[in-house]
């Protein structure tokens, strides 16, 4: 049952990615990522990160990709002008290769790992979570609202007409 | 009872789809959206090896991830709108004035 749960979402987060790359306009792109974001916390819960899947949706789903949806429909963009491609050939080469490294990977991760089995008990419960971030975590987590802050001043200086 | 592996190889062929659509795709927020796919590809291997581990840590790195994605977003969608109002394209094959 849960096997079926695992294949369905995770085939559902890869053919999102990759529709993601197949769309032309940039909102159907953006759209579709939000399908994998969803899909990927089905994941988390699987893996018994309750929280984090919660967190997911609101912040990734809901919040980061608003972000994105709104600045495309604030362009009004023309539709993918896909000529004159110095880098065409570029697909020829890249996807092949790009096949082979997962290959390499996936027979790396199937040897190593084969054995050990995740368990959908691990709740990562927002007690938890708080108990370690506000004690082991205390300054990463300060540093952060740092990080924030300068990112929106950031984003404000270099979205403001004329600087 | 699913195994770690099957998780990490899904996390393995999104984070290259995400590679591919990087180098692939031409338009600047395209490339933005790869690089979600890159970062969410990350997290699922943060939260498999902390349920491995029966460590919270992994989730917690998690969170920091999310924060940087969530500042990388409004920073380079900002940049995304200064470079359209420069050029009136978001192709990133036309902002080649630094080249020679």
């Known amino acids: ?42 994941l988390f819960i699987l893996l018994g990160a309750d929280f984090l899947a919660v967190i997911q949706i609101i912040v990734y789903a809901g919040a980061i990709m608003v972000l994105f949806v709104f600045v495309i429909m604030l362009l009004n963009l023309p539709v993918d002008e896909d000529g004159a491609d110095r880098l065409r050939w570029l697909k020829f080469i890249g996807i092949p290769l790009g096949l082979f490294f997962l290959f390499l990977v996936t027979a790396t991760l199937w040897n190593v790992q084969a054995g050990t089995g995740t368990q959908s008990r691990f709740v990562g419960s927002p007690q938890a979570i708080g108990q370690s971030l506000f004690t082991d975590y205390l300054l990463p987590f300060e540093v952060t609202s740092l990080l924030i802050l300068i990112a929106l001043v950031g984003a404000v200086v270099f979205a403001k007409k004329d600087l | 009872m699913i195994p770690a592996s099957w ?3 899904l996390s393995a062929v999104l984070f290259l789809i995400g590679v591919l659509g990087f180098f692939l795709k031409r338009n600047i927020i395209a490339l933005l959206l790869s690089v979600e796919i890159m970062l969410n590809a990350v997290n699922l291997t943060f939260v498999v ?4 581990h029966r460590q919270i840590s992994g989730q917690i790195f998690v969170f920091f991830v999310l924060v940087v994605a969530a500042a990388e977003a409004a920073v380079g969608l900002a940049l995304v709108i200064a470079m359209f109002r420069n050029r009136e394209s978001l192709n990133v094959d036309r902002s080649n004035l630094l080249k020679w």
């Open chain 2, 49 to 52: 090896f902390s349920n491995q």
């Open chain 2, 7 to 9: 998780f990490l190889i």
């Open chain 1, 1 to 42: 049952m849960i096997q079926i749960l695992f294949f369905f979402f995770a085939a559902l987060a890869a053919g999102a990615a990759i529709n993601v790359l197949v769309q032309k306009h940039v909102l159907y792109s953006a759209l579709s990522l939000i399908l994998m974001l969803t899909a990927t916390s089905v």
